[in-house]
């Protein structure tokens, strides 16, 4: 069994009283390619402009946000298709799940924790919606059929035969 290596190289890293100390953001990478960079000599005076890469995982980790809250939106509106919400849940964790491992395998950028806690808010709307939406998929069939089992008794008032056939026309799958 292997373990993984750490996120930067123990050249990066500074050692302090024993403690490895991750190495400063990574601002010295350019954060866009060459073709766009404007030549020193056209540039202003202010000085080279201040780079905060957003780093590997960030981009995975607003998806995985944003389909774990579509998944919650599914659950929330679709009443007995509610589990058609598994699919987008079970991509909010898929995709969180790869953020965190593209923001361990790669340098600390300015944003590396908002990378983090969205990621892991979209594993966390995932795996919350899955029971959610197998519980709203039974309380919409409950309601259905207690709805039509109402619509009978109501339409066929005092005749019981003819609600007992009603219910179980109506109910049967």
Not at 62 to 74: K, T
Request: proline share 6%; with cysteine; hydrophobic share 45%.
């Amino acid at each position: 069994m292997s373990t993984q290596p750490p996120a930067f190289s123990q050249s990066q890293a500074t050692v302090g009283a024993g403690v490895l100390v991750p190495p400063a953001f990574d601002h010295a990478t350019p954060g866009e390619p060459a073709q766009y960079r404007v030549p020193q000599e056209y540039r202003r005076p202010y000085g080279e402009a201040v780079r905060d890469k957003r780093g590997r995982g960030y981009y995975q980790a607003v998806m995985a946000l944003s389909v774990g809250i579509a998944s919650w939106l599914v659950v929330l509106m679709a009443g007995v298709f509610a589990l058609l919400a598994l699919i987008p849940a079970v991509g909010a964790i898929v995709l969180g799940t790869k953020a965190l491992r593209a923001r361990k395998r790669n340098p600390r950028t300015g944003l590396h924790g908002q990378t983090a806690g969205l990621a892991w808010g979209g594993i966390a709307l995932g795996v919350t919606c899955i029971p959610m939406a197998v519980f709203f998929y039974f309380m919409a069939s409950w309601f259905l059929n207690g709805a039509e089992t109402a619509n009978c008794e109501i339409t066929h008032a005092g005749d019981e035969e003819a609600i007992a056939r009603c219910i179980e026309s109506n109910t049967s799958y």
